[in-house]
């Protein structure tokens, strides 16, 4: 609603412009049949109930274009707000597996880094426990791997009871299932394969290749949240524009659809896009879908975050469309002047759809083939 009282508000400015354009040019007509010797007192136009009548030698003849309406494809631009988003694939909060002591940071913010590089150490004696645990279950297992095989040489002689090499093959079940719980744990807190004498330093590396972005520790810190990340790793080389899309919009939006996205940081360069995905899910709160477009960004001139507007056009239609200067504004109402009779006009109320380059979209009012006034029609509005 707000948009569309917009459109009124600038149309009926442009209208009470084109209205002091119509009486200097009105003005004009006059001063030219004075000046061209012809009678001062000129019938220039005669009402005949509605219908207004431009006599043979009015000026107006001289003036006035009329044009035949006709059907074209139309294809109408309409905006929605974006914003900057990072790849959520490409974004890692780099958590820490154990709380400890952040013992060095290997990489800073803005730092790049590549998948495996060391990003930061913590001091934990958990990690200590869990690397004692590891060394614990495999010593328990080479035990047990002894017992069982001791126990199957006797029995072999017949000088061990079924009972002990059934005991001797279970201890040895038991003691590798511990081992490689052991070393999960391990290998979850990214240090398979590390034994007691290690230490207590764990080291954390990066899962994917980017730059830090973010940064919340320093060395010496205490860190027991397991759910804040110490720092954010992102590759940006590409980037999400997202924007929010009404319900009312949704019949219009598709993938692969053609797209310009102009940022506020960039006034004035406009972006060529295509959709690459539409939101399955409406959102609860804001009742919006997300519509999200890929951009190469090995610039890095798109930072997430910045606020952006994009233009898609509505799936195309057989529609009729008119010069924005043949529509006329009265009072509340928007019409045209149509030729019913060579040089006889009748004003004619419209419905007016989107304005697109100097035209706008007709839903109802006119047929194609009728004949309007496109130019100073305003001298014929009262």
Do not use: C
């Not at 004009?28 to 136009?45: C, N, R, T, Y």
């Not at 233009?311 to 509340?332: E, K, M, N, W, Y």
């Not at 006889?344 to 004949?371: C, N, Y």
């Amino acid at each position: 609603m707000k948009s569309q009282l917009s459109f009124r508000h600038r149309l009926a400015l442009g209208l009470a412009a084109l209205g002091i354009v119509g009486v200097a040019a009105w003005w004009g007509l006059a001063s030219h049949a004075k000046e061209s010797g012809s009678p001062i007192d000129v019938v220039m136009l005669r009402r005949e109930g509605v219908r207004l009548i431009v006599p043979e030698k009015s000026p107006l003849r001289h003036s006035l274009v009329v044009q035949a309406v006709s059907t074209q494809a139309v294809a109408a631009p309409f905006s929605l707000p974006a914003a900057v988003e990072a790849d959520p694939a490409r974004l890692v909060k780099v958590l820490p597996p154990i709380a400890g002591r952040i013992a060095s940071l290997n990489k800073r913010l803005g730092d790049a880094v590549k998948a495996g590089d060391v990003l930061f150490t913590i001091d934990s004696a958990d990690f200590a426990q869990a690397r004692s645990d590891a060394q614990k279950a495999t010593a328990a297992l080479a035990l047990a791997r002894q017992n069982l095989d001791r126990q199957r040489e006797l029995g072999a002689a017949n000088l061990a009871a079924t009972r002990d090499i059934e005991q001797a093959q279970n201890d040895n079940a038991q003691a590798a299932s511990e081992l490689a719980r052991a070393n999960a744990r391990l290998a979850q807190l990214g240090a398979a394969g590390a034994k007691a004498g290690d230490g207590r330093l764990l080291t954390v590396r990066s899962p994917i290749s980017g730059h830090v972005v973010d940064l919340a520790a320093a060395v010496g810190g205490y860190w027991n949240d397991l759910a804040a990340a110490v720092m954010t790793v992102a590759d940006l080389s590409t980037v999400f524009v997202t924007a929010s899309a009404q319900e009312k919009d949704l019949a219009q939006l598709y993938v692969g659809q053609d797209a310009t996205v102009t940022l506020d940081a960039y006034a004035g360069q406009p972006l060529a896009a295509k959709v690459r995905y539409v939101g399955e899910l409406l959102d609860a709160d804001t009742r919006s879908v997300k519509v999200r477009m890929v951009f190469d960004n090995r610039q890095g001139r798109l930072k997430p975050g910045m606020f952006a507007t994009a233009v898609f056009r509505r799936r195309s239609h057989d529609g009729i469309v008119v010069p924005a200067t043949a529509v006329l504004q009265s009072g509340f109402y928007s019409r045209a002047f149509v030729e019913v009779a060579p040089w006889q006009f009748e004003p004619r109320v419209l419905q007016l759809g989107p304005r697109m380059d100097g035209q706008i979209e007709i839903l109802s009012g006119l047929k194609a083939g009728e004949r309007i006034v496109v130019k100073d029609g305003v001298l014929l509005n009262d």
